[in-house]
């Protein structure tokens, strides 16, 4: 958890870029941060690695200032992904990406399977790719680079700042939906800064909305897409593209609904909370005549979970514990 208290950044000339800002960046999730030009966003996001130092307030991760690790740690121990990537361009992809891992003095053998790991999970084959040189690869290729390099040394946190803003549309999208199944894998804390609402809403688990160094809204895409907190939220977002987020959801909860009211009467799907634990789902499943599990949350139909993605969901629990320890 990454939480900020009573933070104020004054420059020299005067600019007060952040004004008494606290929140909380909870962990394992993927928080955007969005707003108009000039109004934070990047300045929130660098004092968590200390690239800004505030004014006044402080910074804590797990309840840890920052103040009290030093410096060249507390970056070593954070992936950051930029939106001119940073690759150097005389050092291969391998040597690149290995570049954090050997600071922190990991193995060579260590070093190389995290790399070729990585690789394949962003999509591209360690043995075609990593003898290349930057300027071998395209744009879209290089930022790949980049989310490897950032994730070599196993962070916790990892900082985009408007990583895919420079690539050409069908990249992007795609980079986005690389990132957000990588993220729903990895489950690392990800604070990424956008000016794009579309991609904010795309990726985030949660969205921070910034004016003039200070917070807006703080809350889940449908939480400003259904409740924005007031009408510069409203307007930042557009109505137009509230209005087409509302019909879709609607329009998948109404299918939802359709499906589950139908699947009702063959006496093989039950109800679930979206509150109830792993270990409820498993319970119910294993009742006769059940096979599948609808999610219901507040008065609606938001999903559906069988035993093969419950499984799934129990193996993924498993290894974020294993891992935790």
């Given at each position: 958890?990454?939480?900020?208290?009573q933070?104020t950044?004054?420059?020299?000339?005067?600019?007060?870029?952040?004004?008494?800002?606290?929140?909380?960046?909870?962990?394992?999730?993927?928080?955007?941060?969005?707003?108009?030009?000039?109004?934070?966003?990047?300045?929130?996001?660098?004092m968590?690695?200390r690239?800004?130092?505030?004014?006044?307030?402080?910074?804590?991760?797990?309840?840890?200032?920052?103040k009290?690790?030093?410096?060249?740690e507390?970056?070593?121990?954070?992936?950051?992904?930029?939106q001119?990537?940073?690759?150097?361009p005389?050092?291969?992809?391998?040597?690149?990406?290995?570049?954090?891992?050997?600071?922190?003095?990991?193995?060579?053998?260590k070093?190389?399977?995290?790399?070729r790991?990585l690789?394949?999970?962003?999509g591209?084959?360690?043995?075609?790719?990593?003898?290349?040189y930057?300027?071998?690869?395209?744009?879209?290729?290089?930022?790949?680079?980049?989310?490897?390099?950032?994730?070599?040394?196993?962070?916790?946190?990892v900082?985009?700042?408007?990583?895919?803003s420079?690539?050409?549309?069908?990249?992007?999208?795609?980079?986005?939906?690389?990132?957000?199944?990588?993220?729903q894998?990895?489950?690392?804390?990800?604070v990424?800064?956008?000016?794009?609402?579309?991609e904010?809403?795309?990726?985030?688990?949660?969205?921070?909305?910034?004016?003039?160094?200070?917070?807006?809204?703080?809350?889940?895409?449908?939480?400003?897409?259904?409740e924005?907190?007031?009408?510069?939220?409203?307007?930042f977002?557009?109505?137009?593209?509230?209005n087409?987020?509302?019909?879709f959801?609607?329009?998948?909860?109404?299918?939802?609904?359709?499906?589950?009211?139908q699947?009702?009467?063959s006496?093989?799907?039950?109800?679930?909370?979206?509150?109830?634990?792993?270990e409820?789902?498993?319970?119910m499943?294993?009742?006769?005549?059940?096979?599948?599990?609808?999610?219901?949350?507040?008065?609606?139909?938001v999903?559906?979970i069988?035993?093969?993605?419950?499984?799934?969901?129990?193996?993924?629990?498993?290894?974020?514990?294993?891992?935790?320890?």
């Amino acid at each position: 958890m990454i939480r900020f208290d009573q933070v104020t950044k004054k420059f020299p000339d005067g600019t007060e870029a952040l004004k008494n800002v606290s929140l909380t960046i909870p962990t394992g999730e993927l928080t955007a941060i969005i707003g108009p030009s000039g109004c934070g966003k990047t300045t929130l996001m660098k004092m968590i690695n200390r690239l800004e130092i505030p004014t006044n307030g402080d910074i804590l991760i797990d309840e840890k200032s920052i103040k009290e690790t030093d410096q060249v740690e507390l970056r070593r121990s954070i992936g950051y992904v930029i939106q001119r990537i940073g690759l150097l361009p005389h050092m291969t992809i391998e040597k690149n990406a290995g570049l954090v891992p050997k600071l922190k003095g990991w193995s060579d053998e260590k070093t190389q399977l995290r790399v070729r790991e990585l690789m394949t999970t962003v999509g591209l084959e360690p043995d075609i790719y990593l003898p290349r040189y930057p300027l071998e690869l395209s744009g879209g290729q290089q930022q790949r680079i980049g989310v490897v390099r950032a994730l070599a040394g196993d962070p916790n946190i990892v900082l985009m700042d408007e990583p895919f803003s420079a690539l050409d549309p069908i990249s992007r999208e795609q980079l986005q939906k690389e990132l957000r199944s990588l993220q729903q894998r990895i489950q690392k804390t990800i604070v990424f800064v956008t000016h794009d609402m579309d991609e904010a809403l795309k990726i985030a688990d949660n969205i921070i909305v910034m004016r003039e160094g200070e917070v807006e809204q703080i809350g889940s895409p449908d939480d400003l897409i259904h409740e924005p907190a007031n009408d510069f939220v409203r307007d930042f977002i557009g109505q137009e593209r509230i209005n087409r987020q509302r019909t879709f959801a609607q329009r998948k909860i109404h299918e939802l609904t359709s499906f589950f009211s139908q699947a009702r009467t063959s006496e093989q799907i039950a109800e679930i909370s979206s509150t109830d634990s792993i270990e409820t789902a498993i319970s119910m499943l294993e009742k006769p005549n059940v096979n599948l599990l609808a999610i219901r949350h507040k008065d609606e139909f938001v999903g559906y979970i069988d035993q093969t993605s419950l499984l799934r969901a129990v193996i993924a629990k498993e290894e974020g514990g294993n891992h935790a320890d």
